[in-house]
């Protein structure tokens, strides 16, 4: 058993279920910051070395708030993008191995920025865009031949959409200052951690993931189908909770059967 399953075994249960909806939320939040107090951001919560040694230490946390993107409709698609793969992960990895996964690229990036000021004396303001970018990365690894539409209009595998950002990734090291290479290194240690096995859970496969999903769809369809119980409001039944009450409401003509919580609230049928 590994350090990790370990660790699951004992923390697991104060993971965060559903991370990137929240994650989501904070850069909603930073982009209405952004527009209705032009500066503050940057004054206050951007990631400053400098600023974090001298106390202010919530920028540790609110550089979280910095939006994917500036332009509100690439805003919404990055949005949307960002949480249908960091939702997917989660459920094939689980919720605490996604929670350590994006964690600890949050923490590397920090750590860099603070490391980075100390050794060269220069603020480099980095940020998640590259802790999303290795989001991307783990996903494209794990769902190597789905297809998406780049441009809306051009079908390809996410396998080559990796290699893209790869070639990206190269170019933008090259070129860009120190602040960039440290910010694409730090990305780039969650993917290696992945590749290592530390991060992805083993035993499970993403197809094996997919085939466990189904059978618990079909097992939960079969077990309504054999209930003698159904809310005629609600449609729960037994299945759905073994500690359920339900009763016939004598007002309503035929045999209409009520949940616990709906047999006093429901409209009666005449």
Not at 41 to 54: G, N, P, R, V
Not at 109 to 116: D, E, G, M
Not at 118 to 131: A, E, K, Q, S
Not at 232 to 237: E, I, L, M, S, Y
């Amino acid at each position: 058993m590994s350090l990790l399953d370990k660790m699951e075994r004992k923390f697991g249960r104060y993971a965060i279920q559903d991370l990137m909806k929240y994650i989501i939320i904070l850069y909603v939040v930073g982009m209405i910051l952004r527009y209705a107090t032009p500066g503050v951001y940057e004054t206050w919560f951007m990631l400053d070395a400098s600023k974090i040694l001298q106390g202010q230490v919530w920028r540790i946390f609110t550089f979280l708030l910095q939006s994917p993107n500036n332009n509100l409709l690439f805003f919404i698609i990055t949005l949307y993008f960002y949480y249908m793969i960091g939702s997917v992960l989660e459920r094939t990895w689980g919720s605490f191995r996604f929670n350590v996964y994006y964690f600890t690229g949050v923490l590397c990036t920090v750590l860099a920025a603070i490391l980075t000021y100390l050794i060269t004396g220069r603020v480099y303001y980095l940020d998640t865009t590259f802790v999303n970018a290795s989001l991307f990365l783990a996903f494209a690894f794990e769902y190597p031949d789905m297809e998406v539409l780049l441009m809306f209009i051009i079908p390809i595998k996410m396998k080559w959409m990796a290699y893209l950002s790869m070639v990206v990734y190269a170019v933008d090291f090259i070129q860009g200052n120190m602040g960039t290479r440290i910010a694409i290194l730090v990305s780039l240690l969650n993917f290696v951690l992945y590749f290592s096995s530390i991060i992805k859970r083993k035993g499970y496969s993403p197809k094996q993931m997919h085939r466990k999903m189904t059978y618990n769809k079909s097992v939960k369809q079969a077990r309504r189908a054999n209930t003698h119980h159904k809310c005629a409001v609600c449609g729960r039944t037994e299945a759905d909770d073994e500690n359920l009450e339900f009763r016939y409401c004598s007002r309503c003509n035929g045999n209409y059967e009520y949940c616990q919580d709906h047999l006093f609230t429901h409209q009666h049928i005449k």
